[in-house]
């Protein structure tokens, strides 16, 4: 199955270099990487066009303010594979997580992952490149420590072969399957079928997550986890500030309630 990893940037080429390095060594080779940027700057292009050794697509657009569904709507369109993985530019994946999507991928269903969060000083180091995340991926309890730091969330980047008894008990349990940006998968059918991210909602983070959530349901998926599956590692930042959403949630639980599921600002209108 062809896989386009769809990665939303935004100027940060040193991130993007760690997420390009990881993608070198993945496990599952049928996949393109989808680049999409909010904007369209110099830095970035000239990094680009270093790449070597990846199927690649890189889709820009004018730099005016957060419009990051847009430009997720861009990569959709620009992608030729069946299925569909998002993550964002600051997540850097395991050797193994296009495989884990893939693995778990069914009709009918959505992947919803998470993500283990790097404090600062180990973020520095993989943004050196004195960290390589495949080395911690294999190595991770020489980072046991981070079980203390409630932020780190470390039991998310722990691996669990999916074919393994022990994913198998732990998948029966109850899990978090709620929507979140930075790692999700579906079939680009599906995707297509609720017309992709709703632009509407601005520069809020409502579209990234949020409304997803619902829509997919609506539309008739299930969620399910891939936790511990497809695992990426975040790294820390300052936190942004994309201005105050109660009157965008406020029209998506109208829209929610109305079960209007195929967002009117979407795929369509590029």
Request: hydrophobic share 35%; charged share 30%.
């Amino acid at each position: 199955m062809k896989v386009s990893l769809i990665v939303a940037v935004y100027k940060d080429v040193v991130a993007l270099r760690a997420i390009v390095e990881a993608l070198q060594t993945q496990t599952y080779k049928n996949f393109e990487l989808v680049i999409v940027e909010d904007g369209s700057s110099k830095e970035m292009r000239e990094y680009i066009a270093t790449i070597e050794g990846l199927e690649l697509k890189h889709t820009m657009q004018e730099d005016k303010g957060v419009r990051k569904a847009r430009s997720q709507n861009n990569g959709i369109l620009a992608s030729s594979g069946e299925y569909l993985i998002f993550i964002d530019g600051d997540c850097v994946p395991y050797t193994t997580f296009i495989e884990g999507h893939v693995k778990l991928a069914q009709k009918g269903c959505v992947l919803s992952g998470r993500r283990l969060n790097l404090p600062p000083k180990l973020s520095q180091k993989v943004r050196e490149g004195s960290l390589r995340i495949v080395e911690m991926e294999k190595n991770l309890w020489r980072y046991g420590y981070l079980f203390f730091d409630k932020e780190a969330r470390f039991r998310q980047g722990i691996y669990l072969n999916p074919e393994s008894f022990l994913y198998k008990l732990f998948s029966k349990k109850a899990r978090a399957t709620a929507i979140l940006g930075c790692n999700f998968s579906c079939f680009k059918e599906d995707m297509e079928a609720i017309n992709g991210f709703d632009e509407s909602y601005g520069e809020t983070a409502v579209s990234d997550d949020m409304d997803l959530d619902w829509r997919f349901r609506a539309y008739g998926l299930e969620l399910k986890s891939c936790k511990n599956v497809a695992n990426v590692a975040h790294l820390w930042h300052k936190a942004h500030d994309r201005g105050d959403a109660s009157a965008q949630v406020a029209l998506m639980r109208k829209r929610e309630k109305e079960q209007k599921f195929r967002c009117e600002k979407g795929l369509s209108t590029h």
